[in-house]
């Protein structure tokens, strides 16, 4: 099994930047496509951004495309969230996960992930 744990978030002003790290500790990341997936206040939690085992493929939802960038760092069991020119709308807790049945691709479906970290607080203030 293995355990994850968020950091990085924080107050960032409209246009700027945030770099999410999710830190897996037990069994190595590289036998997980992992995710990121967000939570606003009052809403349903979505996907962001996905990336395979090994980090060959990725994939974004619409809303983030072109400002986010997912990677992981297999040797340091971290995998990372780049999050660039950030709108208010993208306030929120953020959370990865770890999918842990194998697959050599990745998921945008939370269904698809069975370990989730406690998440990071994001907010971005005018």
């Known amino acids: 099994q293995v355990q994850l744990v968020e950091s990085g978030g924080g107050l960032v002003q409209a246009g700027g930047s945030l770099r999410l790290s999710c830190a897996a500790s037990?069994?190595?990341?590289?036998?997980?496509?992992m995710g990121w997936f967000r939570q606003a206040p009052g809403k349903e939690r979505e996907s962001v951004a996905a990336?395979?085992?090994?980090?060959?493929?990725?994939g974004y939802v619409d809303s983030v495309k072109g400002r986010f960038t997912i990677s992981r760092d297999n040797a340091k069991n971290t995998v990372y969230l780049q999050m660039n020119s950030l709108k208010l709308e993208d306030t929120a807790i953020y959370y990865c996960?770890?999918?842990?049945?194998?697959?050599?691709?990745?998921?945008?479906?939370?269904?698809?992930?069975?370990?989730w970290g406690q998440g990071t607080q994001v907010t971005v203030s005018s």
């Open positions: 990336i395979s085992r090994y980090g060959g493929r990725t």
């Open positions: 037990g069994r190595t990341t590289n036998t997980y496509a």
């Open positions: 996960a770890a999918d842990g049945s194998g697959s050599y691709s990745y998921s945008l479906s939370e269904h698809q992930y069975d370990t």
